[in-house]
């Protein structure tokens, strides 16, 4: 059974910082794409940041560029980061980790494993 958990999340006031981890079980995504999304009350689900399948690729979402940064390291158990600096309240949202079995990784229907999430909010 494949599982990804992330862990992280929490209240931070507002130009804090907060690093979001994702851990794989079940399966390795070395070589797959895995993203952050998250997704905000009564909004879509959105797509943070994203690596391709050989990590030779990201895709940042323009609301966040120069502020998170994603990264990840390959191993029996593929973890899945996501720092996160000057925190601004629209970035307030539930934050889902992902992962592929494709070469398409930039959206969300690329993505077949999803964790449950972990929550962040920015306060001002």
């Known amino acids: 059974q494949v599982q990804l958990v992330e862990s992280g999340g929490g209240w931070v006031q507002s130009g804090g910082s907060l690093r979001l981890s994702c851990v794989a079980s079940?399966?390795?995504?070395?070589?797959?794409?895995m993203a952050w999304f998250r997704q905000a009350t009564g909004k879509q689900r959105e797509l943070v940041a994203a690596l391709s399948g050989n990590s030779g690729s990201t895709s940042t979402a323009n609301s966040v560029k120069g502020r998170f940064t994603i990264s990840k390291v390959n191993g029996k158990n593929t973890e899945l980061y996501l720092q996160m600096n000057s925190l601004k309240p629209e970035d307030t949202a539930t934050y889902y980790c992902?992962?592929?079995?494709?070469?398409?990784?930039?959206?969300?229907?690329?993505?077949?494993?999803w964790g449950q999430g972990t929550q962040v909010t920015v306060s001002s």
């Open positions: 992902a992962g592929g079995t494709g070469r398409q990784y930039t959206e969300a229907r690329n993505y077949d494993y």
């Open positions: 079940g399966r390795t995504f070395n070589n797959d794409p």
